[in-house]
């Protein structure tokens, strides 16, 4: 049951493709009619011309589907270059003779015209090569459109891979830091421990659900980014001063997912976490109808303690800039500045 169904399906396919491709060659042929009978004279009536014209389309679509099917697939895509132009030389020098005799019968009824058409031979060789040539370079224009068509699609499936291998680096990294959060705090026994359950919470049902999505939401964006520095609030205490400030009106703006949240990651990471004394850490978010501006500075230690273990966890800023070359090329800026006890950026992204 199975087998017939599959059979069926690809046969209606089958019928499908060339019933498509039977309607687009008929507009085609019926366009190149109309295009001979605009042009012509109509010296012995509309019904002999359509007539005379119908045949000489017909010996034309000869040529063109013999170059297009057979010709072009076998010579000319195989690189056999010469021997293609020889081939259709020789097709065409083969039609032109029977379509030649084949006007001189029908015009036996205008004696006067037969000889017109025997010293027009010529004209027809070059007319038949002409109409051969310009179905050649058709030929090569759809393939080369078809080549970018399909080059397009790999690129595009390419980019969203690299797009989704990316992402995976985010997310595990922000959960094991926010696990890494509760499990000090229930250790502690702290009262904060339910707080941070339920951020915790929202911030995987974010990245669960909503960041698989190409945009999200600048409002949601935004309270992941809350949920997060809350987090780091009761993990760092009162040795921390973290401001977040949000200006502008946040509507149905649209923006790539977790595309800030590395640089507030790493203001934890590489400045604050090493601070004996006061750090600082500020926020600004200014959101327009089509732009948002993202800003932040941290203070750094002077003498960073020597990390154990370098190259582990964070994506760094590399992961950052190839997403935002693969999502926003030309329309972000990014800015980073860094002296001895402070470090800064800016970017600037265009949503639409």
């Known amino acids: 049951m199975h087998f017939k169904t599959a059979t069926y399906n690809r046969l209606t396919s089958i019928a499908d493709f060339f019933s498509k491709r039977l309607v687009l060659n008929i507009l085609f042929l019926v366009s190149f009619l109309g295009i001979l009978l605009i042009q012509e004279e109509y010296r012995y009536g509309f019904g002999f011309t359509l007539i005379t014209e119908v045949i000489n389309v017909i010996f034309y679509a000869i040529i063109i589907y013999l ?62 090569f002409f109409v051969a040539i310009a179905s050649t370079f058709w030929s090569i224009i759809m393939d080369w459109w078809k080549h970018q068509k399909e080059k397009k699609i790999l690129e595009t499936r390419n980019m969203q891979s690299e797009l989704n291998f990316l992402k995976s680096q985010i997310n595990p990294h922000f959960l094991f830091n926010t696990l890494n959060s509760l499990y000090a705090h229930t250790l502690k026994k702290s009262d904060d421990a339910p707080e941070i359950v339920l951020k915790l919470s929202e911030m995987m049902r974010y990245m669960l ?7 999200v939401s600048l409002s949601k964006e935004l309270n992941y980014m809350k949920n997060y520095i809350d987090l780091e609030r ?8 973290i401001k977040m400030e949000i200006e502008g009106e946040v509507e149905d703006q649209l923006i790539a997912p977790l595309l800030f949240i590395p640089f507030i990651e790493n203001c934890f990471k590489h400045g604050l976490n090493h601070h004996l004394n006061q750090g600082y850490i500020d926020i600004k978010v200014i959101v327009f109808d089509d732009t948002v501006n993202f800003y932040i500075k941290n203070s750094k230690p002077i003498h960073k303690p020597k990390q154990l273990h370098p190259n582990s966890g964070g994506i760094g800023l590399v992961n950052v800039k190839r997403r935002l070359e693969l999502i926003y090329p030309e329309h972000y800026e990014l800015s ?9 950026v800016s970017l600037d992204i265009e949503l639409s």
């Open 67 to 128: 170059n297009l099917w057979v010709l072009i697939p076998r010579f000319l895509s195989q690189k056999k270059t010469l021997t293609y132009i020889a081939l259709l030389v020789f097709t065409v020098l083969l039609i032109t003779p029977i379509k030649v005799v084949v006007f001189y019968f029908l015009f036996g009824l205008f004696t006067e015209n037969q000889d017109e058409i025997l010293n027009k031979r010529e004209l027809f060789f070059v007319s038949s």
């Open 336 to 344: 980073i500045d860094e002296s001895p006890t402070t470090y800064m």
């Open 234 to 241: 009761l993990r760092q205490g009162k040795k921390v001063n």
């Open 209 to 215: 659900y909503e960041c698989n999505e190409r945009q």
